[in-house]
């Protein structure tokens, strides 16, 4: 009897895998994953994956790579937290309202601006 329902289960989960997602869920989990990275502190990811290649020369045009600028910028941030509110997609734009927060700092909230490109979503503007 276990394994019917067994198989069930399975056939339902891989039928909802290949369903396809929103634009508006595609950049939620692109804010999504960035937010994370951040809580991890992983510069690498941030800047290969999630941020777009024309914010990423922008602030290399400093003189630091971009997971070193990251680091400095945001390396003594405690606890950062990121709380995803509205988001827009107006065809390859969208907009996505964020509030963060971080031990010993006053909450913010900005509005992040993403691109789609080849590769999926990614941040075009912090702020």
Do not use: H
Request: proline share 5%.
């Amino acid at each position: 009897m276990r394994r019917p329902i067994l198989l069930l289960a399975l056939t339902v989960v891989l039928a909802g895998c290949g369903e396809d997602t929103s634009p508006e869920e595609e950049v939620r989990s692109t804010v999504t994953r960035f937010a994370d990275a951040s809580a991890d502190k992983d510069y690498q990811v941030m800047c290969d994956e999630l941020l777009a290649p024309a914010l990423v020369t922008n602030v290399e045009q400093y003189g630091l790579p971009c997971e070193l600028a990251l680091k400095r910028g945001l390396g003594d941030v405690k606890a950062p937290k990121l709380t995803l509110g509205k988001v827009e997609v107006k065809g390859d734009r969208a907009t996505a309202r964020v509030t963060t927060t971080a031990t010993g700092q006053e909450p913010s909230t900005d509005t992040l601006a993403l691109r789609r490109l080849d590769d999926g979503w990614r941040i075009a503007a912090l702020g």
